[in-house]
């Protein structure tokens, strides 16, 4: 689980904190979900630029069946799960398992990172701007 503040500052963004539906599985803070077709909260699955059906990312760890709080909007600055490396300025995309990466396409555009993966405050996570 995770162990990281994932809200960094919404910065009076017109950001949401907003519980979308239950958890479809066990998920950690800072993973980027979208809404599955039974409507419940899961990790995005598709990598992108394929589909584009993130709604957010999930704002405290949450379990299967329990009620799953997700951080919505743009111009949010947040922590988010991550994987491969990412340079300061990268545009993020997300792979099947909702981790946030760097865009290998012009479509990919989930977020910015703001630091790099190899000098991240914390460990699997990067600090990122929302889209």
Not at 22 to 47: Q, R
Not at 80 to 89: K, R, W
Not at 107 to 113: K, P
């Amino acid at each position: 689980m995770a162990s990281v503040n994932i809200l960094v500052n919404d910065g009076g963004a017109p950001a949401r904190i907003m519980k979308l539906g239950n958890a479809g599985a066990d998920i950690d803070a800072g993973h980027i979900v979208e809404i599955n077709s039974s409507g419940n909260v899961v990790v995005a699955s598709e990598d992108l630029p394929s589909l584009l059906h993130a709604v957010g990312v999930l704002f405290v760890d949450a379990t299967s069946g329990d009620p799953a709080s997700v951080i919505t909007g743009s111009g949010v600055v947040c922590y988010l799960q991550s994987t491969g490396t990412i340079a300061v300025g990268d545009k993020l995309g997300h792979n099947a398992a909702g981790k946030a990466k760097a865009a290998t396409t012009a479509d990919e555009r989930f977020a910015i990172a703001l630091e790099a993966s190899a000098s991240a405050a914390h460990t699997g996570f990067v600090k990122a701007l929302l889209l």
